[in-house]
């Protein structure tokens, strides 16, 4: 066998972007490992500038596809932070309600058509539908909920429209909401079966020692509002996040690695269960007890599981505040500009989404800066890619430890394509 042995993969599916992986082994050892984001800036945060503050939010959504609320709910904190608005009652919890439909249909994606197709050895998710059809169906189901609620306040259910600065264009009416509240609670059944299915399944002990970052509210799940906390004591409001966390530019990628006080960290749905166990409803504890799921867990293959949790609090979240609607007075105040600096920090689905913007007397965008959830996870992804690998075997084929790779990374749900974009693999071994 050659010595040196190189592996290149165009495109890895089921992830958003385009990428690279290179890997060097050395007497069974990495001496080198990096992800490459060779995709061109995408620059979004340039395309604001001198725009005004109203066509932030639409311009934003286009950033992703799959996370467009994210980008406005954090846009428009930013943007509110300036100018003094306080979101009132009924607006805060229809961006939660809004926030619901994208954790679900995102959540829904990645566990029926990215992940699970992994775990259980499929290619693709219509192969595994051959062999799971019902539970292919139940994904299906609750990314269309989800879509269905980003429709009703976004107008459309991809880059929305409806969303604008201190609340919304329109509100639903009575027999929307009450048409999506039947079919919240038809959705109840699924999410426990969901979450009985994969506590069926045999994931192995992948237990890292990391930190999970998450945003944190005192008295409920975080969406919009909260600190910033990490599990290793970090606790700072969002307009601190400069003086702890840092991006920096890698010579192998176009894409900011960010790192907390200098170490990769963990956005996304296990830091948020893991931090905000304790705000999770009644009846996903008592699930959880009863199949003998605990959570903190640092088993970055426990990811999935708390997708699948928290697709059942957005269910849960959604029934809540529909039960409760009431149409509103005004769905958004009138606004009135002036200079400022603002920040919003929110939880999209991949993880926490943080903004910065600049606004002078007439509410043009001076500068805007974005840290996406993706960048912020890639040193992590490196990182748990060298423990993994040495774990798993690095004595193993290049189609073995491809596979396994892809499959860590896929893990993540990493869109590339907001953080700038995936995955050729290359490997060289002396």
């Known amino acids: 066998m050659s010595n040196t042995i190189s592996i290149n993969v165009p495109i890895l599916a089921r992830v958003e972007g385009e990428g690279a992986l290179e890997l060097h082994i050395q007497d069974n050892a990495i001496t080198k490992l990096q992800l490459k984001i060779y995709e061109p800036p995408r620059l979004f945060e340039k395309f604001l500038e001198g725009r005004s503050y109203s066509d932030v939010l ?3 959504a286009r950033i992703c596809g799959i996370c467009p609320v994210a980008y406005q709910m954090s846009a428009t904190q930013a943007i509110e932070h300036c100018f003094g608005i306080q979101p009132s009652p009924w607006v805060r919890e229809m961006r939660r309600l ?3 439909g994208e954790w679900l249909e995102s959540h829904s994606m990645h566990i029926h058509f990215l992940a699970l197709p992994d775990f259980l050895g499929f290619k693709s998710a219509p192969e595994m539908a051959k062999s799971y059809p019902e539970e292919v169906r139940r994904g299906i189901r609750l990314q269309a909920f989800g879509n269905d609620l980003i429709k009703l306040f ?32 038809a959705r109840v059944e699924d999410c426990e079966a969901l979450i009985h299915w994969l506590a069926k399944l045999s994931f192995p002990d992948n237990s890292h020692d990391f930190t999970c970052v998450s945003l944190y509210h005192p008295t409920e799940y975080p969406f919009n509002e909260g600190r910033l906390v990490s599990d290793h004591g970090l606790n700072i409001s969002i307009d601190e996040f400069d003086a702890y966390f840092k991006e920096h530019q890698v010579p192998y990628s176009t894409a900011l690695h960010c790192l907390l006080q200098n170490k990769p960290y963990l956005v996304g749905p296990l830091a948020r269960v893991n931090n905000c166990f304790g705000h999770l409803p009644p009846p996903i504890h008592l699930l959880l007890q009863e199949l003998k799921i605990n959570f903190p867990s640092h088993n970055m293959y426990h990811s999935m599981m708390a997708r699948a949790v ?86 193993r084929d290049e189609e073995s430890l491809r596979a396994y790779s892809e499959m860590i990374i896929r893990n993540y749900d990493p869109c590339i394509s907001c953080s700038t974009h995936f995955l050729t693999i290359k490997v060289n071994r002396e």
């Open 154 to 185: 976004g107008g459309r259910s991809v880059h929305p429209v409806g969303a604008c600065v201190g609340g919304f264009y329109k509100a639903p009416n009575h027999s929307a909401i009450n048409t999506l509240l039947e079919n919240a609670k």
């Open 98 to 100: 809004f926030y619901c």
């Open 58 to 60: 639409d311009l934003v």
């Open 310 to 395: 928290e697709i059942y609090f957005c269910v849960l979240e959604s029934i809540r505040i529909m039960e409760q609607y009431e149409l509103p007075k005004e769905a958004h105040p009138e606004i009135k500009a002036r200079a400022g600096i603002g920040f919003g920090c929110t939880e999209a689905p991949r993880g926490t989404l943080w903004q910065h913007v600049q606004l002078d007397a007439q509410g043009q965008v001076k500068a805007a800066r974005i840290v996406p959830p993706t960048s912020q996870n890639q040193a992590r992804i490196e990182q748990d890619l060298r423990i993994s690998l040495a774990q798993y075997g690095l004595n």
